[in-house]
């Protein structure tokens, strides 16, 4: 793996406070997102490393303005991003903030990146004044919403079209793994989400299965033996769109089939980790064998460094 510093030159990127700034949101995102960030640095090719880099760091500063607290500050704070990330994608000079000139200078470099962060800010409002879900059709509109267009900020940069539309055979595949990914988040913080008031499983899910918000928000013995069905469904869906998406290496290059691979290993980690947790998951929060994931990340090493020798 080539350090840091060769990564930036490989990939175009010499001015020094330029540099400076995507190695800030380096150590960010190594910081909230190891896993993912192992991964691309890994896997990727090195000159994939700065954007993506960028468009993680920019979503995960989204989503800390909009993910908790009171709805209308959520809101107001959403709109204010909006107003500045517009205003820095258009601007012909570089915005200081670090997360907007990482983004900027992305967005300068592959094009196609100013709509899909259009497309993540328009579905937005939705994360931004959530507070849970009636039914799986709201679940749904949810991943379709904010969910993928989150995920398409980095995927974009891989697909064989960027800015392909919904229909296109790799963002379904997209799709299906946002939903499976998203399914097990919220029943991995199933824990601290309710206890912040509000969890990611639909209510008429819940009903389905005689469960109740204020039981689970209570952490009742009584839940459990429903807690266990109810997990038992929910993972089972997740699984039905992650075996849907295994579609998705074969449709990118070469070159990135690896780093798709152990992203939807390392889901299905995750999955198999949240489905033995079953009812616990109300009293612990949980996630893949960090031994598992790392053979996953070897084996895709391997493959993504025997690629590379075959092409040079």
Not at 24 to 51: I, K, M, S
Not at 70 to 80: E, F, I, P, T, Y
Not at 144 to 163: F, G
Request: hydrophobic share 45%; with cysteine; charged share 25%.
């Amino acid at each position: 793996m080539a350090s840091w510093s060769a990564t930036l030159t490989k990939a175009g990127i010499t001015d020094p406070h330029l540099r400076g700034a995507y190695d800030a949101q380096r150590r960010l995102v190594r910081r909230f997102a190891p896993h993912e960030y192992v991964a691309a640095r890994l896997l990727l090719p090195a000159r994939l490393h700065p954007p993506v880099i960028a468009a993680v760091a920019y979503m995960h500063a989204t989503d800390e303005l909009i993910d908790a607290g009171d709805v209308n500050a959520r809101q107001d704070a959403l709109r204010a991003w909006d107003t500045r990330t517009t205003a820095a994608l258009e601007s012909s000079t570089p915005p200081e903030a670090t997360t907007l000139l990482t983004l900027w200078d992305t967005s300068r470099r592959h094009p196609h990146m100013k709509a899909r962060v259009r497309g993540f800010l328009d579905g937005a409002p939705v994360e931004a004044c959530w507070t849970g879900f009636d039914a799986e059709a709201d679940f749904q509109a949810y991943v379709d919403q904010y969910s993928l267009p989150a995920l398409m900020l980095t995927t974009s940069l891989i697909a064989p079209v960027p800015d392909a539309g919904a229909d296109d055979p790799f963002v379904r595949g997209c799709r299906a793994l946002i939903e499976g990914w998203q399914r097990c988040d919220f029943l991995a913080d199933l824990s601290e989400d309710a206890a912040s008031g509000r969890i990611g499983i639909p209510r008429d899910e819940l009903a389905r299965h005689g469960l109740a918000f204020d039981g689970l928000r209570a952490k009742s013995p009584a839940c459990m033996p429903a807690l266990e069905r109810l997990v038992s469904a929910q993972t089972d869906r997740a699984e039905a769109a992650l075996t849907q998406c295994r579609v998705l290496p074969s449709l990118a290059a070469d070159e990135h089939q690896p780093f798709l691979d152990a992203l939807i290993s390392v889901q299905q980690l995750r999955l198999n980790a949240v489905r033995h947790g079953g009812g616990a998951l109300l009293n612990e929060t949980t996630g893949p064998a960090a031994l598992a994931s790392l053979r996953v990340l070897a084996r895709g090493y391997r493959r993504a460094r025997l690629q590379r020798r075959r092409a040079s």
